[in-house]
């Protein structure tokens, strides 16, 4: 999800196609077109303008409406959700009926992790790090370092939900391990204070502190890796 203005123009997107495998849209206002993964324009007058990456949470609708139980949903605009069907129907063709590789024109090859096998990428210090959902499955809560940032990443398998936040709060760089079977409570090894999978301190000595969110990438792997090719995996047997 990105921020749809360019230096305080605000743009409009159409679907145009593909491009070594990955979505491209055109704006109406400039006729620039733009890749998926990076939220770059490739062609144009904008080319080489990046959008901003906005704050979201990709989610299971039953985790959203429990937190959110006042939530609006957005509705199509007549018409809209046919053109969007047939739309789909054509990038299909060359991006997700590729025979569990990489789609036709994809750029480069990475086969540290299969090209189908569905990521979180994450960028902070400096550093491009990607994590495998099978992965964050096993080990639910992962402390990491990103160049000079502690990291903390928290999956809730239940509800398919990946959370990451820098790992500190009051000023002091905290560890966290799951305090129950679904990682969504935690619990720091610092102060043993109790959190939720959201960042929230909930009891203990550091209640009421949040941590300061991160914005996590869901990609293939084919995608990442092509769009970040000095990109670093996790492994489930780092330290913690």
């Known amino acids: 999800m990105f921020r749809a203005a360019v ?83 054509i990038l299909d063709q060359g991006i997700v009926n590729a025979g569990g590789g990489a789609p036709k024109g994809a750029f480069g090859h990475d086969d540290r992790l299969p090209p189908r096998a569905t990521i979180v990428g994450l960028e902070a210090g400096g550093v491009v790090k990607a994590y495998a959902v099978a992965a964050l499955n096993k080990t639910p809560v992962v402390n990491d370092q990103l160049g000079s940032v502690p990291v903390l990443l928290v999956h809730q398998p239940a509800s398919d939900t990946t959370t990451a936040f820098i ?59 092509e769009f970040h090719p000095g990109t670093k995996l996790y492994k489930e047997d780092s330290p913690q």
Not at 213 to 222: A, D, G, K, T, Y
Request: positive net charge; proline residues 5%.
């Open 167 to 225: 790992a500190e709060a009051r000023g002091r760089h905290l560890h966290f391990q799951a305090a129950n079977p679904g990682a969504s409570r935690l619990r720091d090894r610092e102060t043993h204070s109790l959190w939720n999978a959201y960042g929230v301190c909930l009891s203990g000595r550091l209640r009421g502190a949040r941590l300061r969110s991160l914005i996590l990438e869901p990609e293939f792997w084919f995608a990442w890796s």
């Open 7 to 89: 230096k305080g123009r605000v743009l409009q997107f159409d679907t145009a196609g593909a491009d070594g495998g990955n979505e491209v849209f055109r704006d109406r206002q400039t006729g620039s077109r733009w890749l998926q993964s990076t939220a770059s324009a490739i062609s144009g007058p904008l080319k080489g303008t990046h959008l901003e990456l906005y704050p979201f949470q990709l989610t299971k609708w039953s985790e959203w409406r429990r937190k959110h139980p006042q939530t609006q949903v957005l509705q199509p605009l007549p018409g809209y959700a046919a053109r969007l069907g047939r739309m789909n129907q």
